[in-house]
């Protein structure tokens, strides 16, 4: 089956832009998700198709997609975008899904 | 408020089987398709598998499959995930979670269960 790799960890200082990145050549064929993680909670969605953001999460964060690669991007992070962000997308040799190894986002 | 409301934490020996169960609330979802998604303690998200909204149709991950069965009871909408010959790797969190997608191009997984311990240990 197919990879998906993140970087394990990424800082951002308080209000400044990060992005998180994803790759692997199953994003070439299928749109990325993207998907917050805090301690003890149920990942949540902030991003689907690619670049589309859910109802109720905030327009600083956005997606994109290049060749082989997905980025989430938070624009002026803030304390409470701590957590960890999963990609995923479907696996383009097997009907399956994969998702990246995950990265902890720390805001200082 | 649509809700994926899942069972109660489970305490299994190595060898056994757990089934653990996802139901909606707020909303049916009777016409989509349910994934399940698992995390072992300090890793990260695994997916396992998917059943379609008939429950006649499933795909497992490789890894799992023999001792994975995904089952639906078509009239209620609730999804079941039961794995057998469970061995102490197997520990994890286990999150259902309701597909949406696009063309065949996208697909993406909301609302997610709030999940479900299982313990496997002698």
């Known amino acids: 089956s197919s990879e998906l790799t993140q970087d394990p960890a990424v800082s951002v200082a308080l209000g400044q832009t990060v992005r998180i990145t994803c790759q692997g050549d199953s994003l070439r064929s299928y749109y990325a998700s993207w998907y917050q993680q805090k301690p003890g909670q149920a990942p949540l969605l902030v991003i689907y198709?690619?670049?589309k953001r859910p109802s109720g999460i905030p327009d600083r964060f956005s997606g994109s997609r290049s060749g082989d690669r997905a980025s989430l991007t938070i624009t002026g992070a803030q304390a409470e975008d701590e957590g960890d962000y999963y990609c995923?997308?479907?696996?383009?040799?097997?009907?399956?899904?994969?998702f990246g190894g995950g990265t902890k986002l720390t805001v200082l | 408020q649509v809700q994926l409301v899942q069972s109660g934490a489970e305490l299994k020996k190595p060898g056994a089987s757990v089934k653990v169960s996802c139901e909606a609330s707020?909303?049916?979802?009777?016409?989509?398709?349910m994934h399940w998604v698992r995390q072992a303690p300090g890793q990260g998200l695994e997916w396992m598998g998917v059943?379609?909204?008939?429950?006649?149709?499933?795909l497992y991950a490789q890894n799992l499959k023999g001792r994975l069965t995904l089952t639906r009871e078509t009239s209620t909408g609730t999804v079941n995930m039961e794995l057998s010959n469970l061995r102490s790797e197997d520990t994890a969190v286990y999150y259902c979670a309701k597909d949406t997608s696009v063309d065949d191009l996208a697909w993406w997984f909301a609302p997610w269960g709030q999940g479900t311990l299982v313990t496997v240990s002698s």
């Open positions: 995923n997308c479907r696996d383009s040799r097997v009907w399956q899904w994969v």
């Open positions: 707020g909303l049916p979802f009777t016409n989509s398709w």
């Open positions: 198709a690619g670049d």
């Open positions: 059943i379609n909204p008939r429950g006649d149709r499933t």
